[in-house]
């Protein structure tokens, strides 16, 4: 009996949707951002999978970026008093970095299967200083 074969699916969207990046249909995450051990339709190991601190590196960098000239462009236009920026803004933007978060997530570990990710694994050349002129 063979593996069943599986067509590359795009990474952004089985990402976003945050499914599994083979089968695209089970489901990547278990909770909010915990990974699942592997997929429960088609049985991939997520042990691969580690996208440490990017998506929150990314997504705040992105929430950030539009959520600075959004801020700008209502304070210079408003000019609202600062309570409200207490209590509008700075929740919005908490609320919008917690909204990218899962998407972002999903596509990172996406990209990681696709190109295959693995952690580096180093060969040692030997004791320092062995073999060169410098003695």
Do not use: N
Not at 34 to 46: H, M, T
Not at 97 to 108: D, F, N, Q, S
């Amino acid at each position: 009996m063979t593996d069943p074969v599986y067509p590359p699916l795009s990474t952004l969207s089985t990402g976003l949707r945050c499914r599994c990046p083979r089968c695209g249909k089970g489901p990547l995450l278990r909770g909010y951002l915990k990974i699942r051990d592997a997929c429960p339709e088609c049985g991939l190991d997520y042990s691969f999978a580690d996208p440490a601190d990017g998506p929150a590196f990314f997504g705040m960098t992105g929430v950030g970026t539009v959520g600075l000239g959004l801020f700008m462009w209502f304070e210079f236009t408003v000019q609202p008093p600062i309570w409200v920026h207490l209590v509008v803004t700075m929740p919005l933007l908490v609320l919008a970095c917690l909204a990218v978060l899962r998407p972002i997530k999903g596509w990172m570990v996406s990209e990681q299967y696709i190109h295959k990710a693995a952690p580096a694994e180093w060969a040692s050349i030997g004791k320092h200083g062995d073999g060169s002129k410098w003695k």
